[in-house]
């Protein structure tokens, strides 16, 4: 009998960058096509239904109808929500999905049509997650996912690749990354200087993600409340740092660094708390060189790394 | 990956310069068997002329600095088109496939390039690399890939495919 052993990796522009895929395993190379195929389907089912600019999405609905009436969504967006609940609550609002109207305000994000003005005092407490995947808010508000819905977009496409018998993977959508069973070399962008990488060792079965504080100097305008978005050009900011979280799926990954990037040096308990790992890589160094060791902080976590099949 | 009482310590090898990073993705051949399997592929060619050039622009909103397009035709009577965008540091070459009916099929990166300046700035990065490809085998392309906070934006892409778009619309159906 025949064995196959079948290698791929293709990207694709979605979620506003490109999801890269990459698999191996013991499938045909048709099969393994396939494979990827539908884990690609399951990124754009999720960018379909969260995205801020479909007015047919899931979100774009919240943001019309859930301060007049429950609005029954998708599982995986309830699931969504109710994940993102949990990062806003342990980080006492640092994450926070309701920061929609500051990003339409600064131009990141267009105002969303027939949807009422915000409640300019609306947070995450709004959110109101009923039973049969219901949603209502308790005053009019504008959710946006863009700080989570990558994250779980990967963790998707990763279990339909896991359904499909594949182990050995590596799934990254602009810098949110799933690694499978297999140690993997990562790297992570230096943040002072866009050309060069930090290795982060070879890594299995975890989720990296990076996020620049690029918005650092907006702090002052509204305290506490800044989110961390990927400008549009998705230029890698060269003057400020950028965080990194290590975590075991990448909605966790994705989400944390954010509320790191927000929160400041208390937010690296909650990382800890959900059992992560945080790297800070400085925007410049000791005597304006690129970061190095000495300017890393890193609380402690575990970081499973374990053999594979040749 | 180096623990040592559950903290994490970066290799020593740590900045680790990559001026150009290269990716190649599936074949041409590949994307067009995906899009369109079991068809047959024939090579058609566009060369806009000037005033197509401009309807193209106008229908787009976007510039096209080149007239030239590498276009197939399947025979379901759908389009396959290749082509690529530049970025401020990076190029990239993409497939797109359109169905009979107009509507676009799938969109595949087939190539990725960065480069920022395109020059090796720390020429020891390579010795670096050798020295620890003693230890832990590296194959150069495989192994400076998975890198977290590369923040690639997809918008020229988009831009590109709604360029294509502008000009499928002059093609015959």
């Avoid at chain 1, 047919?56 to 967006?77: F, M």
């Avoid at chain 1, 339409?104 to 027939?114: H, I, M």
């Avoid at chain 1, 900011?237 to 290590?246: E, H």
Wanted: proline letters at 7%.
């Amino acid at each position: 009998m025949r064995s196959f052993r079948a290698s791929l990796r293709r990207a694709k522009p979605l979620l506003g960058t490109f999801v890269e895929i990459e698999a191996s395993a013991a499938l045909s190379p048709a099969a393994l096509l396939g494979a990827t195929e539908a884990a690609y389907g399951a990124v754009r089912e999720i960018h379909a239904l969260m995205s801020f600019h479909e007015p047919g999405s899931d979100v774009s609905r919240l943001n019309r109808y859930a301060h007049a009436n429950p609005v029954t969504v998708d599982r995986r967006t309830w699931t969504v929500l109710e994940r993102a609940a949990r990062f806003s609550r342990a980080s006492a609002g640092a994450f926070d999905v309701t920061v929609a109207p500051h990003l339409v305000a600064w131009g990141f994000l267009p105002r969303p049509p027939n949807a009422p003005p915000p409640d300019p005092l609306a947070t995450y407490e709004v959110i109101e997650l009923l039973d049969d995947d219901r949603v209502r808010f308790r005053v009019p508000a504008w959710i946006d996912l863009g700080g989570i819905a990558k994250g779980y977009a990967v963790d998707a496409a990763c279990a339909v690749l896991r359904d499909h018998g594949i182990l050995d993977y590596i799934v990254n959508a602009g810098g949110d990354l799933a690694v499978g069973e297999c140690p993997s070399p990562v790297h992570v962008r230096d943040p002072a200087n866009p050309q060069s990488s930090f290795c982060l060792g070879r890594l299995a079965g975890v989720a990296v993600a990076t996020s620049g504080a690029y918005f650092a100097a907006r702090e002052a305008a509204c305290p506490g409340r800044h989110p961390i978005v990927e400008p549009a050009d998705g230029v890698p900011a060269r003057d400020l740092g950028s965080v990194t979280v290590i975590a075991a799926d990448a909605i966790t990954a994705d989400a944390l660094t954010k509320v790191v990037a927000v929160g400041g040096a208390a937010s690296e308990s909650i990382v800890t708390a959900f059992g992560a790992t945080l790297l800070r890589l400085p925007a410049v160094g000791p005597a304006g060189r690129p970061a190095s060791r000495a300017g890393l902080s890193a609380p402690p976590a575990r970081l499973p790394t374990q053999a594979c099949d040749a | 990956m180096n623990t040592h009482n559950g903290w994490l310590w970066l290799l020593p090898v740590a900045a680790l310069t990559t001026p150009a990073y290269a990716t190649t993705y599936l074949t041409v051949e590949q994307a067009q068997q995906l899009m369109f399997p079991g068809q047959t592929l024939t090579s058609a060619p566009i060369k806009l002329d000037e005033a197509q050039r401009l309807t193209v622009e106008r229908a787009s909103g976007l510039a096209v600095p080149h007239t030239d397009f590498a276009v197939w035709r399947a025979s379901s009577g759908g389009y396959f088109f290749l082509d690529a965008v530049i970025g401020k540091h990076e190029l990239i070459t993409y497939a797109l496939g359109v169905n009979p009916d107009g509507t676009i099929k799938d969109v595949e990166i087939l190539d990725y390039r960065e480069s920022y300046g395109g020059e090796i700035r720390n020429a020891g990065w390579r010795t670096q690399f050798v020295q620890k490809s003693a230890a832990d085998p590296l194959k150069l392309d495989q192994d400076i890939r998975n890198i977290s906070g590369a923040t690639l934006s997809s918008r020229h892409v988009t831009d590109g495919v709604r360029r294509l778009m502008a000009i499928h619309a002059l093609l015959p159906r």
